[in-house]
């Protein structure tokens, strides 16, 4: 069993930056994309962002792209999301989430989820 612990939300105002991470609580073992979802209040959670286990591939959803950039350091086992020229809209909690091998936009795909992070971007 993984288990992923978030961190690095808090408040933001609009065209600021945030950067959270994502590792796990213990070691792990095998390969593992990971992909970051955020869900706001009354909403479906949603996929912002995805990495593959190398980090040669990322997807983005397109309301994030170009101001989020998806990373990960495999040396530190930890996978980050750099949130640049934040909007109101981006608020929400924002939880990492891996999976074996191949990064995908469903969250239901995923197996080992961390418990989310709160990120709040005023106006």
């Known amino acids: 069993q993984v288990q992923l612990v978030e961190s690095g939300g808090g408040l933001a105002q609009a065209g600021g930056s945030l950067r959270l991470s994502c590792a796990p609580s213990?070691?792990?073992?095998?390969?593992?994309?990971v992909g970051w979802f955020r869900q706001a209040p009354g909403t479906e959670r949603e996929f912002v962002a995805a990495?593959?286990?190398?980090?040669?591939?990322?997807y983005y959803a397109d309301s994030v792209k170009g101001r989020f950039t998806i990373s990960r350091d495999n040396t530190k086992n930890t996978a980050y999301l750099q949130m640049d020229s934040l909007k109101p809209e981006d608020t929400g909690v924002y939880s990492c989430?891996?999976?074996?091998?191949?990064?995908?936009?469903?969250?239901?795909?995923?197996?080992?989820w961390g418990q989310g992070t709160q990120v709040t971007v005023s106006s």
């Open positions: 989430a891996a999976r074996t091998y191949i990064a995908t936009r469903n969250p239901s795909d995923y197996a080992y």
């Open positions: 990495i593959s286990w190398s980090g040669a591939s990322a």
């Open positions: 213990g070691r792990t073992a095998g390969t593992f994309a």
